[in-house]
């Protein structure tokens, strides 16, 4: 009888591990947004329409500039990033933009606003290496 009832408890030991090496799941990785992004801004003035968005992080801080050619590269200031949701602005040729938007599945999607009006900015990581 005791032998019966030590083997059964053996049983559901193993069972027991066996599930639960099942349901175990990975730690997800915290996505960073830390890289070169392509971004494109359709409607706006002809030489501003692409370019690239650098995202650096200074400690707790994240610093961003628009490479808009190989000439002109604009620093963000007031950036702000929490929770996948990035904002900044930029002077180009001394007006301000707003850029606000988020970032997921490898793409940030935004809104660009300055004088002329509201924009949609869509920017794509680029490959590393």
Known sequence: MEG?????GLIFVVLLILVSSFTFNMPV??????????YSVPGVQLGYESGTMIITED???YKVSLQLNEYFKAEAENVIYKRKNLSFSVYVESEEI?????FEAGKFSA???YSEGDF????????VG
């Open 4 to 8: 019966k009832i030590i083997f059964r």
């Open 29 to 38: 990785k915290k996505f960073s947004p830390v890289g070169s992004w392509e």
């Open 59 to 61: 400690g707790k801080d």
């Open 98 to 102: 707003f850029i606000s938007g988020s």
């Open 111 to 113: 809104k660009l606003s």
């Open 120 to 127: 949609d900015l869509i920017a794509v990581r680029k490959p």
